[in-house]
Structure formats: C-alpha cells, structure tokens
C-alpha cells in the first residue's frame, strides 16, 4: 500500500550554514505529531534507511585550508581549532560533523600537502565522543591529483550513507580538474536515489555550488542542472556547499541550498563587490564573520529559533595573546 | 551570440613552439589586442596563450556583431577557458589548439576565466573582454 504524505508532516530540515559552522536540527515532525500516515511513513523510512527518523542536529565545516597562512588572515589553523572546541563545548554534542571541502589548502610539494592531511585528521579526530567526520573534497584538496591523495587520506570523494532516517549524499564537483560532477557520478546518484520514495529526507553535500552563483568568479559547477534536474522529483532535498566563504541561501522549486562560511577568511558579497578579494584580516576582530549559528525548529514547523555565537577570544585578547596568534610562518597566500 | 568551438585541432610541432614563444611573457602587464576591419567571411585570428597563471595577452577588444576566432593553446598544463555570456567553456590541453568562434551580440565587458583547477594562483587566472559597438 502507498503511503502518502503531507510534506508539512514530514521532515523539516532547519538550518543554515553560517558562523564558522553551522548546526543543522533536523524535525521529522512526524515523529511527534499523532497520525497513523505518520507512523505508516515511518515505517516505510524504517525499513528503506534501517532507520526511522528521529530529531538530531549536526555540524557543517567548511573550508579550513588547512596549510594556509598568510595574508590575508595570519591565524592559519587557529579558527579551525577554536571551531573544535567550540562543538566540544556544547551541551548537547552532535554525533555528525559534515566538511563540505578545501580540507587543506594546495601545495605545490605532495609531500607537503601531505602533511596537510595529516594535520586536518589530527584537528579534527580531537572532536569528542565519537562523533562520525564526513568530508568531501575541495579543489585545493583533489583538482590536481584526480583525487588520489584526497582518498588516501579521507576515503572516497563521493558516496552516500544514511544517519538516523536521513539519505546523505557526498557529491564530488572538484576532483575532475573542472567544477563539474561529471556522467558517472551523476548516474551513480540517480541509481542511489531509486530506492527512495519522492518523500523522503535528503540531504546533499558538495563543495561547489550547484547552479550559477557567479561563474565569473568560478561558483558554479558546469553540471549543476542536470544534478539539480535527478534530484527535482524528491520533495525533500538539502543541499550544503561551501566554497563561497561566506553565507548564501537559494532556493530552486522544493531544494534549499546553503552556503556556509569557511574557517580561514571571508569572500565579498558577489552582487556588490567588483572582484572576488578576500576580506583584510582585522587584528580587533581576528574572528569577525566566523562563529556557529545554532538553529532550533520546532515540531509544528513555525519561526526558526536562530542563535549566533561567535568564537571566543579571550584567550587570545592583549598583546602577548596576539602576538601568539601571528607567530606562524607565510607561504602561500592567494585569493583562494 | 554564436560561439562554436572546434576543440584539440593537433598543431605542428612549428606551430606550438611559436605559441610557446608568446607565452615566456608571463606575469602582471597588460597585453592588448584589438580586432578591426574583420571580413565576417574570414574572421580574425586572435591568438592566446594559456600558461599558469595568466591568459597572454590578457585584455583583447572585440566588435559586436563582428565574428572573430580565438586560437587558445596551453604552454605548461591543462587550463579551461570559460566565460558564461560569451558562452564557451572548454579545457585547452597542451600541444593542441583550441579554436572558440565568437560572435560578440552585446557590447560590455566580459572576463573570461581558467576553470580547470590549475595551482594556487588558479584564482588569478583571467582575461578582460571589451565587446565595443
């Protein structure tokens, strides 16, 4: 029997990247709410996922660059670090944290970018209790090898699993060289898709933006539609990009996509800068624009409760703190 | 605006040695060409190297309405060659050359961008475009 349901009942996926990171709090209001299509649905999820939904939250990293360090922002890992403990410190610890790519910044040496990996692994493993890592590639991680040290180090570029009732997909739009997802992957996703109803929760992850945000600037991904035309039948679909450093919403038929910012500096606004320049460093403020905005929804899907919290820095406040901060040595500064 | 490219046309040996002559000039000054007194029949040639991380030359004017062919080879890597109103977007391998027929409908000013992640100057890598009326 088929069972049909009313898309207000189903899932709300609220959230935005922004902030360092971002909180994403998922509310299958059908969870909650009574019903017997509810529980039929339910059901239904239980037996496709092995899993029903259930209300959590996650993470969304973006763009640590790890191995940048320069100017414009001399901090290198530093807000990296502090996005860390910042998720050890809440009360309620995520059990997921997605990175949606540029992991490392590129190096010419491969055994340099290496050590870049290495020290992404060993920042990030210290999130605690247990909490699953999912990555995807960025072109400073994947775009000149194909990828080959990328899945070394983190496993592969695109896959998909399923986290308490909800499909994720790892989409890979870097490691061609181009921005482009590419026919294979894209019918490896649509074959993934098959086995869920149009209902059901999605969410997808990806580096770059998935339609043409400013393809002068390169925020685009060649492919973008037709990845957007296999996933315009399902009702419920997600879709978190980094890449832009800095926050964007848009919205295509039923899909919402989110930018987040990243971890090492902020782009401009693309409707009113003339290029694409990355923000000065600002000694006052060395973590101006980043921090986590904590999203709570509630069960009837009314007004998101939106929470800013800004990085600490305290540790670092005076002139002994700053100095410590700016010991770092520079390389390779560039535009991105 | 008809853009029509004819990708990986194998080139002599000659050829590419001259394209890689044009490209030695690198880094930061402006190179400018214009085309004029194009026969629509026969279009002008503008030929553009593509080397990390610069387009050489790295600023051409073209007329509107006025067909003109850039002939774009790569002297180092592979690099794209992508400008979304111009309407064209292809790689350019090395030891091939790339023609992109162009046929400017609007006057303004267009950048052409690599978009084929090419090294940590990718982001630099550009060409200015003036459509003149």
């Not at chain 1, 992991?103 to 909490?131: M, N, Q, Y």
């Not at chain 1, 890979?172 to 059901?200: C, H, I, Y």
């Not at chain 1, 002068?216 to 450093?245: Q, R």
């Amino acid at each position: 029997m088929e069972t049909k349901l009313d898309r207000r009942s189903f899932l709300r996926v609220t959230g935005t990247a922004l902030g360092i990171g971002a909180l994403y709090s998922v509310f299958p209001t059908l969870t909650r709410s009574a019903g017997a299509g509810a529980e039929g649905i339910t059901r239904t999820l239980a037996e496709l996922n092995g899993e029903a939904p259930a209300p959590f939250s996650f993470i969304q990293l973006s763009d640590t660059h790890v191995g940048f360090n320069g100017p414009p922002d001399p901090l290198g890992t530093k807000a990296f670090e502090n996005a860390v403990a910042t998720i050890n410190g809440l009360k309620h610890r995520p059990d997921l944290v997605i990175v949606t790519g540029d992991l490392t910044h590129d190096a010419d040496s491969p055994d340099e970018h290496a050590k870049r990996f290495k020290l992404f692994k060993e920042i990030s493993g210290k999130i605690g209790r247990g909490a699953q890592i999912k990555v995807v590639p960025g072109e400073n991680d994947a775009a000149l090898d194909g990828g080959d040290m990328f899945r070394q180090f983190m496993g592969p570029t695109h896959y998909s699993f399923d986290h308490r009732g909800v499909h994720f997909i790892a989409l890979d739009n870097v490691s061609a060289g181009r921005p482009a997802v590419g026919a294979e992957q894209l019918a490896w996703m649509k074959s993934d898709l098959a086995r869920f109803p149009k209902t059901a929760p999605i969410i997808v992850f990806t580096h770059r933006p998935l339609f043409d945000l400013k393809p002068e600037w390169e925020w685009f991904t060649s492919d973008g539609d037709d990845v957007m035309n296999a996933l315009a039948p399902y009702e419920n679909v997600t879709v978190l990009y980094g890449h832009i450093h800095r926050e964007n919403f848009h919205q295509a038929g039923t899909t919402k996509m989110y930018a987040a910012r990243s971890l090492i500096f902020a782009f401009p606004d693309p409707v009113t800068a003339p290029a694409k320049k990355p923000a000065p460093f600002d000694k006052a403020q060395p973590f101006k624009n980043l921090g986590i905005r904590r999203i709570n929804g509630n069960a009837r899907g009314g007004d998101l409760q939106i929470e800013e919290v800004e990085l600490a820095t305290a540790e670092y406040s005076g002139t002994v703190g700053m100095d410590q901060m700016l010991k770092h040595g520079s390389n390779d500064a560039k535009d991105e | 605006m008809k853009t029509s490219i004819i990708k990986n046309k194998i080139v002599t040996a000659a050829l590419l040695a001259g394209a890689c002559a044009i490209a030695i000039a690198t880094v930061a000054p402006k190179t400018r060409v214009a085309s004029a007194d194009v026969n629509p029949a026969n279009p002008k040639v503008i030929e553009i190297t593509a080397e990390k991380f610069d387009f050489t030359p790295n600023e051409i004017t073209l007329k509107k309405g006025e067909p003109v062919i850039l002939r774009v080879t790569s002297a180092d890597r592979v690099h794209g060659f992508m400008s979304k109103p111009l309407k064209f977007d292809t790689d350019i391998a090395v030891g091939k050359t790339t023609d992109i027929t162009v046929t400017p409908d609007a006057a303004g000013d267009y950048t052409v961008i690599c978009d084929h992640y090419c090294g940590t100057g990718h982001g630099s890598m550009k060409m200015n475009v003036t459509v003149v009326e």
